[in-house]
Structures are given as C-alpha cells and as structure tokens.
C-alpha cells in the first residue's frame, strides 16, 4: 500500500485551492504596493497585491477601496482579484486611495498605506451669471461673468462670442491678462439686436457655452442684472412690510395682556327694595264718596 504524504494534502495558497473551507474571521493578511495608472479625468486604475494568511480560515474573499477627495466614497469588489477601476472621480482633484481585505466576517485591519494622485483635467463647466449692459447711444457693450463652478482643470482663457443675424465673432482673452472677468467690446451697431455667450478654456479645450444674453445696443434696457437688483429690493422691502407687521402683533398682544391684568371685576351690586312711599300727611284727606274733605286726620291727642 501505497502511504501519503502528509504535506501532499495541504495546500500551498489557502485562499485560491481551499475555496470550501469556512471563514470564522476577518482576513489577517495585508495589502501592499498599491499602484495607480491609467489615470484620466474621471477614471483610475488600482492594483495592488496581498499577502494572505496561512489560515485558509481568515482568507480573503473580497477587497475594499477608500478614495477621498473632500467627502470618503467606498467600492467594494466583487472578487479576490487585485485590480479594480474607480470610474466616478471629479476631474482635476486630488485623491488618496487604499485598499483594505475582507469576507464575510468583516474588514481585516491589514489595509494598504494611502497613496495620492491628481485626476487629469477636463473641458469647464459654463460660466455663470453673464451680464450684458449697454449705455445709451453707445455703440459698445460690456460683459462680465464669473468663473464656473465646475472648472474641471485651469482656466487660461476665456472666449466672448457675440452675434448679430449671421454675423458671429469671437474674442478671446488670456485669463492672465483679465484683472477681473469684465470686458468692453467696442463698434458695434447701435439700435442693433445681439446674442452673447462666453465660454471657458483649459487645457482639454473649450467648455460649454453659459446662458446667452440679449441686448440692443445703444438703449439702456433692463438686464438680468438689473432685475435681479428689483428682484432683491422687493424681497427686501417684503421683509420690512412683514416684520412691521410682526411688531404690530406683538404690541397688540402685550397692550391687550396689559389691559386683561388691570380690569379688576367689581363685586355684583346687591338690589335693594325701593323704599316705601311716604304717606300723605295732610290734615285733610278727600273723600271718593262725598265727593268732600273729609276732618284733617290727626293723631290721637289726649282729650
């Protein structure tokens, strides 16, 4: 008979070839050279390799991925293989990233050290809040926005685009020759109609285009800033109207408990009987069957 050896029967890499055997606690093992590539504006690459326990018991089954930028976002894999892309990162942002073992019994405190990487850049986001303003009988606009809120890189530049009928132009201006995102455009046709946009610029090339603006040149018209500036004075003046009213409430409230603690109830006035009626005292009564007065009624004086 043949005899076996006992070492035959153990095998050599636990997690892989003892698949069957239970897990009774987190993994023991630990995570290490975790290594990014591919990285792109919004997607990334990690690798990494494992060092696993020799208790088939405490293998790990799964992984699970920290990156952090200003808030901690997590992904969990969906095996034991050491890769993974992360594919919902912000451009142009800046994250640290481990990995950490687990299965069925929780997270292994063996997790990676972080490592950092930038995401690359992308195209902006549009401009916000573009105003377009005109003086009356001038044949020149002016325009000014603000950054975008989503520059997904560095804005070098912006691009002004102005149109009238099939005309278009475009200006552009270097973001570091812009002491403020304000601009005049000069000869223009008075009393005529035009469409402006701007757009920003980073390395990836040109964002999208932000709300466009109507104006007529050379008449003074209402703006977006402008109602905006109406839209705020009615809020504010609403305010004012309800917070005199507030203060009216409260005065009336307080005169009205004032007045209540100061009526003292009277004690109810007890109906006294009329006095009788005073009898005639005259010396000579009248009388209904005679028709005659009768003698004086005196009292009854000693004879």
Known sequence: HASLDAD????????S???????????????????VSEIGP??????????????????????????QSKTLATVETEDDKKQHVLTDLKPHTTYSIRV???????D????????TITTDESTPGPPRDVVVTTEKGEGAITVEWKSPDDPNGVVTAYIVIYRSGNTIVEKVYERTKLTELRVKIDNL??????????????????GSTSESRLVTVGEASSTPFTQTVYFYIIIALGGIVALALLILVVVCVRRSRRSDSMDIKEPPRRHRPAPPLAQPNNRSSYSVENGSFGEPAYPNEPG
């Open 8 to 15: 035959a029967l153990t095998p050599s890499h636990p997690n």
């Open 189 to 206: 046709d008075v009393s005529t109609k035009y469409e402006v946009v701007v757009v920003a610029v980073t390395s990836k090339g040109e």
């Open 17 to 35: 070839e003892s698949p069957n055997v239970p897990i009774v606690a987190v993994p023991d093992g630990r995570v290490t050279n975790v290594e």
């Open 108 to 115: 292994g405190s063996g997790e990676s050290d972080s490592v």
């Open 42 to 67: 919004t997607s990334a690459t990690v690798t990494w390799t494992y060092v696993d326990s020799s208790n088939a018991n405490r293998r790990a089954s799964a992984y699970r991925i920290y990156y």
């Open 100 to 106: 950490a073992p687990l299965n069925s019994m929780g």
